[in-house]
């Protein structure tokens, strides 16, 4: 495998013990790279200060000093240069700690050989990420806003982008987090394999495990063929596990054990096989009340949670609220084929008072449905609508009601939107309010022109 100018990469394998250094440095070297040695944690840092070293391999537990000690070495000194970390089975504690110091990824003993080609195969590549996404054309303009609260989540953004740990994504609804999690994924070296986002609460219980795992023929009434699940669909690529709170406790299990072994076997399937992915998760509740609780895993919680990454709420970046509505408001009027609206000053200033529960989502959809009121040219705060009536405040008077499916039409959106503004936009809680499925939800929000 070769680097730049085609000159192979060099890699430092790191172990005391010289049976798995040899085995490392045979695999290392049928793959075409260079390989060099340290016998412990005191030469790796003497080697690797004289620079040349592209890849790092170390085992945790060394005889004169901890693999930590030399992941840490790389990240303070600022050295460009991944680094992956080998476990003892069964101590995933280390492998946490590991990526939380800035390691890539890691692998448990015994290495399976298989896992340690493709680990090296993409960590040889990680220099390219940043750059090239920096290229491509308005990637960085994913995001609006100047304010710190924007600017704190899109430096790690970046800094995750080059790294495999698992990102845990914090937020309130419509702050962002999908939209992270594909920035990652797109500014990451996974960037051409697939993104396959879930929303964990959507899926029915008796489902989740060939949604997730796949299935062979005939594993069940009604398996007529072979399906591949979410993992297999993710495979080199990333898994956006939103609302990851609304996993069962049975399938949290199931998911941990995944993400360990890295290895799924389909419903019906004997053989596991092993899966490549990356995981990123996403929800609005506080997951580690949930722990608290009983209702979250405390396990799969600190496999997910390595590293966090909190979206700011609008709230929190009022300052940009004037540049995001116009980003939006720029978006909207392009779709529509007309030329973008003026925000008046009192609209303006009406919006950036303004509380927004569902936070940049919230936006869109006022702007949306002030681009179909207002006059064409200059946005009035009355075309906002920004105070919602309630159900209970919608007219009665039969003289006002009009035709019975618009007046139905009227009562069901309000009664949604004010589900959606009690659960701060979520739509798998507004549905439980509402007492409909989470497919009937989003049927009604479709047909309602509900964004
Ligand atoms: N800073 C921003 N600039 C421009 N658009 C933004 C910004 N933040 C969020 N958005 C937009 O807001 C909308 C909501 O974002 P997204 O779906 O990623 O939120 P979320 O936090 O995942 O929501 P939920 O919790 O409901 O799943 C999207 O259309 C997204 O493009």
Redesign the pocket.
Same mark, same amino acid.
């Given at each position: 495998m070769s680097k730049k100018n085609s000159k192979p990469a060099r890699v430092l394998v790191v172990d005391d013990e010289p049976h798995l250094r040899e085995l490392l440095e045979l695999t290392l070297l049928k793959m075409g790279l260079d390989v060099e040695l340290a016998d412990g944690v005191a030469a790796a840092v003497a080697r690797l200060d004289q620079g040349g070293i592209d890849l790092c391999l170390t085992d945790m537990r060394m005889q004169d000093g901890n693999g930590l000690d030399v992941v840490r070495h790389i990240d303070t000194q600022g050295y460009d240069i991944p680094v992956a970390v080998i476990t003892a089975y069964g101590s995933l504690d280390n492998a946490v700690e590991a990526l939380k110091a800035g390691a890539f990824d890691y692998l448990a003993k015994p290495v399976s050989l298989d896992q340690l080609r493709t680990l090296v195969r993409s960590a040889l590549n990680l220099d390219k990420p940043a750059s090239a996404a920096r290229a491509v054309p308005g990637t960085d303009k994913?995001?609006? %806003?100047e304010s710190p609260a924007?600017r704190e989540a899109l430096a790690l953004i970046d800094k995750l982008a080059k790294s495999q740990a698992p990102v845990y994504?914090t *937020?309130? #609804? *419509? #702050? %962002?987090?999908?939209?992270? =999690?594909?920035l990652i994924h797109g500014q990451s070296l996974r960037a051409e394999q697939p993104f396959v986002p879930v /929303?964990c609460g959507a899926i029915p219980e008796n489902l989740m495990e060939s949604e997730f795992f796949g299935y062979k023929k005939g594993a069940f009434t009604g398996a007529d063929g072979e399906r591949d699940g979410f993992f297999q669909a993710a495979d080199g690529g990333t898994l956006f596990l939103?609302?990851v709170a609304d996993l069962p406790l049975a399938m949290q299990v199931k998911l941990l054990r995944v993400i360990q072994e890295k290895k799924v076997r389909k419903i019906g399937e004997t053989r596991e096989e092993a899966v490549d992915v990356r995981i990123i998760c =996403?929800?609005?509740q506080d997951l580690a009340k949930c722990v608290e609780e009983g209702r979250f895993r405390q396990d799969l919680y600190y496999r997910l949670n390595v590293i966090e990454l909190r979206?700011p709420s609008?709230r929190d970046?009022r300052d940009?609220i004037p540049v995001?509505a116009h *980003?939006?408001l720029a978006r909207l009027a392009s779709q529509n084929g007309m030329d973008e609206p003026r925000l008046s000053p009192d609209a303006l200033a009406a919006l950036t008072a303004y509380d927004f529960a %569902? /936070?940049?989502?919230e936006?869109?959809n006022i702007l949306e449905r002030a681009l179909a009121l207002c006059d064409g040219r200059v946005i009035q705060p009355d075309d906002l609508q920004l105070k919602r009536m309630d159900a209970e405040e919608m007219p009665v008077d039969r003289g006002e009601i009009g035709l019975l499916q618009d007046y139905l039409d009227r009562v069901e959106k309000e009664a949604i939107l004010s589900a959606l503004d009690k659960t701060r936009? /979520?739509?798998t809680q507004a549905a439980k309010l509402l007492g409909v499925t989470f497919r009937s939800l989003r049927y009604r929000m479709e047909r309602l022109g509900i964004n």
């Open positions: 994913v995001f609006i %806003g924007i994504i *937020g309130e #609804s *419509g #702050s %962002g987090k999908e939209r992270a =999690a594909r /929303n939103d609302e =996403a929800t609005h979206m609008l970046m940009d995001i *980003g939006v %569902g /936070n940049v989502r936006l869109e936009f /979520n739509r």
